[in-house]
């Protein structure tokens, strides 16, 4: 099971067995928009709302967020607009 937005282990892996030279062009470029949207979803998603598959998937992927903030939360925080005042600097 996966996150949402996210790409399950089992179609990455199965994306990852097939050699590029046996995959049509169509092929090849649906598994580089999912590979890349995986990375931008994991990326955007803080580790602590991940569940422990993709936390484990992303790991060996390399596409392990190692802050604890969310690309959206940063981007508030950057523009002043994070009203969470619980908070700290």
Same mark, same amino acid.
């Given at each position: 099971?996966?996150?949402?937005?996210?790409?399950?282990?089992? $179609?990455? *892996?199965?994306?990852?067995?097939? =050699?590029? #030279? @046996? &995959? !049509?062009?169509?092929? /090849?470029?649906? %598994?580089?928009?999912?590979?890349?949207? $995986?990375? *931008?979803?994991?990326?955007?998603? =803080?580790? #602590? @709302? &991940? !569940?422990?598959?993709? /936390?484990?998937? %992303?790991?060996?992927?390399?596409?392990?967020?190692?802050?604890?903030?969310?690309?959206?939360?940063?981007?508030?925080?950057?523009?002043?607009?994070?009203?969470?005042?619980?908070?700290k600097p």
């Amino acid at each position: 099971m996966s996150d949402t937005g996210r790409q399950s282990l089992t $179609d990455k *892996a199965g994306a990852a067995i097939k =050699p590029d #030279s @046996q &995959k !049509s062009y169509l092929e /090849q470029g649906t %598994d580089m928009l999912k590979g890349k949207a $995986d990375s *931008a979803a994991s990326t955007g998603q =803080p580790e #602590s @709302q &991940k !569940s422990w598959t993709q /936390q484990a998937g %992303d790991a060996v992927s390399g596409n392990k967020n190692d802050n604890q903030e969310s690309l959206m939360g940063r981007a508030k925080d950057a523009l002043g607009m994070n009203q969470d005042t619980t908070r700290k600097p």
